[in-house]
């Protein structure tokens, strides 16, 4: 079975710094990984995926994720954020040739000026 | 593409009453996905269509939820004798080529009960 640990429950910072999401999966088979952004009251939207290849993966709105097996980690980056990216952010795992995601409890992500 | 409509955005029912909700995936998606989130919690698994077959279902699927999808295009979810523990969003994604993809979600139904 498949599994996905989000670090932090929330995470604030200051609007133009740096921000990480960490994320670590368990799985003992080969997987994609996803992260997803929902804004309140939404669906969720996809930011950026890890399907094989380059270990680092770069999305939308700035984002880029760096995928890493021997730690098993997904860690999501911007070099600098805006008010605009207060959002929940959600990591998830699929094995491939399946076709179910499994979540992590998302990370609050908040924006101070 | 006209992404993927959920209807209605809300409900508010009482306990014991019978809820339905409809999906309306991307037009040439032949996959679609239902999922529930709770408060706080990330999104979880209900089941899974190819075209009008139902593929997967979750162990959260009891007897009191159904899933169709007549057609192979839009999907309705159907929760019986509502309890107050299917509070919840339910979120309807759709693909082309599944995890491939990634998916595309819908807005959401959030399910009151009360």
């Known amino acids: 079975a498949q599994s996905v640990t989000q670090l932090d429950s929330q995470v604030p910072v200051f609007e133009e710094a740096p921000v990480e999401l960490r994320c670590n999966y368990s799985s003992s088979v080969s997987v994609y990984l996803f992260w997803y952004v929902q804004y309140p009251n939404q669906g969720l939207q996809l930011l950026l995926k890890y399907l094989s290849g380059s270990t680092l993966v770069k999305g939308i709105n700035g984002f880029e994720a760096e995928f890493n097996k021997s730690q098993t980690s997904f860690h999501l980056r911007k070099p600098s954020v805006h008010i605009s990216d207060t959002a929940e952010y959600f990591c998830a795992v699929g094995q491939q040739g399946a076709q179910k995601l499994v979540f992590g409890q998302g990370t609050r992500l908040t924006i101070n000026p | 593409d006209t992404g993927v409509s959920q209807d209605p955005r809300h409900k508010i029912t009482k306990r014991g009453q019978n809820v339905t909700f409809r999906c309306d995936p991307i037009?040439?998606?032949?996959?679609l996905y239902w999922y529930r989130q709770t408060l706080g919690q990330g999104p979880e698994f209900l089941t899974y269509f190819q075209n009008e077959a139902q593929l997967e279902k979750s162990r959260l699927l009891s007897d009191r939820f159904s899933a169709e999808r007549p057609k192979g295009s839009f999907s309705t979810l159907e929760i019986q004798r509502t309890e107050q523990g299917d509070s919840a969003m339910y979120l309807c994604?759709?693909?082309?080529?599944?995890?491939?993809?990634?998916?595309?979600f819908g807005s959401g139904t959030r399910l009151t009960v009360v």
């Open positions: 037009s040439e998606h032949n996959r």
């Open positions: 994604a759709s693909s082309v080529r599944g995890l491939y993809d990634g998916y595309t």
